[in-house]
């Protein structure tokens, strides 16, 4: 397992940006396929996209294709999530994943991810 730190969420107007950010101190993640997921009150838990280990091929849930885009850092062990025309729908707590992966392998299930930031709250309201 990975520990991973997310950060850069916050409360933005309808149409905003945030960029979030996940981070492995300590480990290179160079070898891991990652995923961002996301749980509104009452909700399940629901993958927004993921990205292969070498950060070439990614995948994106129909609710934010076109408007978020994940990257990978290998040389920083960094994740991004880059989140632009956001909508209240967006709301809710957005978690960072990991798993060790084969090459050019996309995990898009909760079940395929082992190591779990603690989350990060994004906030979409006027």
């Known amino acids: 397992q990975v520990q991973l730190v997310e950060s850069g969420g916050g409360l933005v107007q309808p149409g905003g940006s945030l960029r979030l950010s996940c981070v492995a101190p300590?480990?290179?993640?160079?070898?891991?396929?990652m995923g961002w997921f996301r749980q509104a009150p009452g909700k399940e838990r629901e993958s927004v996209g993921a990205?292969?280990?070498?950060?070439?091929?990614?995948f994106y849930a129909d609710s934010v294709k076109g408007r978020f885009t994940i990257s990978k850092d290998n040389a920083r062990n960094t994740v991004s999530l880059q989140m632009n025309s956001l909508k209240p729908e967006d709301t809710a707590v957005y978690y960072c994943a990991a798993r060790f992966a084969s090459r050019g392998s996309i995990y898009q299930k909760t079940s395929d991810y082992n190591s779990w930031g603690p989350g990060t709250q994004v906030t979409v309201s006027s």
């Open positions: 990205i292969d280990r070498s950060g070439a091929s990614t």
């Open positions: 300590g480990r290179t993640l160079s070898l891991y396929g």
